[in-house]
């Protein structure tokens, strides 16, 4: 079963959001429906980046270097394009 890393970006403050699961669509709709309490008062959301992994112990460790200084430089690297339209 495949496990999906995410990066959201609010609409309200335009930061970003890292987490992992592996129901994407769902665990957006989730969000912006302000059932996840870490992001409720930031709704809502638009999905900017996303990586399949191959098992839930690989997401985790991606999430995790996502929130990183480095990871973070890293996503705004990735998305660079999109990020100043």
Not at 29 to 44: A, D, F, Q, W
Request: net charge positive; hydrophobic share 30%; proline share 1%.
């Amino acid at each position: 079963m495949y496990c999906y890393v995410y990066v959201l970006q609010s609409n309200k403050d335009g930061k970003f959001y890292v987490g992992y699961t592996n129901n994407l669509k769902k665990r957006i709709v989730e969000h912006n429906l302000g059932k996840v309490k870490s992001t409720s008062i930031r709704r809502p959301f638009m999905l900017v980046y996303w990586e399949g992994c191959l098992s839930q112990k690989d997401a985790l460790r991606r999430e995790k270097y996502l929130k990183t200084a480095w990871g973070k430089r890293y996503i705004k690297n990735r998305i660079g394009d999109y990020l100043t339209w």
